[in-house]
């Protein structure tokens, strides 16, 4: 019922950035949250940062002061700006939303299919 695209990912040098983006299509009454877990290969995935609908943020430790979640509600679409990357940045990163649709009075966890991010020299 909701659909989660996501884009940007891609090969990138130590220092350098990327900028993830997620677009939420579907029978979508509200969103209450989105953000972004990854997976590293062998690796438990963890979630890298999520915004609510007040607009608060929260990130994992070791990405604080390097990425920025932002959110346009307009377009369901939320983004992850990536700063200063490193090498252990490298995971499939996946879109999620908590969103509530047409059919329910109450939010379900979606997930996109995932883009890879590999920062390497």
């Known amino acids: 019922q909701v659909q989660l695209v996501e884009s940007g990912g891609g090969l990138v040098q130590p220092g350098g950035s990327l900028r993830l983006s997620c677009a939420a299509s579907g029978s979508i009454f509200s969103i209450n949250v989105m953000g972004w877990y990854r997976q590293a290969p062998g690796q438990q995935r963890e979630l890298v940062a999520a915004?609510?609908?007040?607009?608060?943020?929260n990130y994992v430790d070791s990405v604080k002061d390097r990425f920025i979640i932002s959110r346009d509600n307009d377009k369901n679409t939320v983004y992850l700006q990536m700063n200063s990357l490193k090498p252990e940045d490298t995971a499939i990163y996946y879109c999620i939303t908590d969103a509530v649709t047409g059919r329910d009075t109450r939010p379900r966890r979606y997930w996109g299919q995932g883009t890879q991010v590999t920062v390497s020299s």
């Open positions: 915004v609510i609908s007040s607009g608060s943020t």
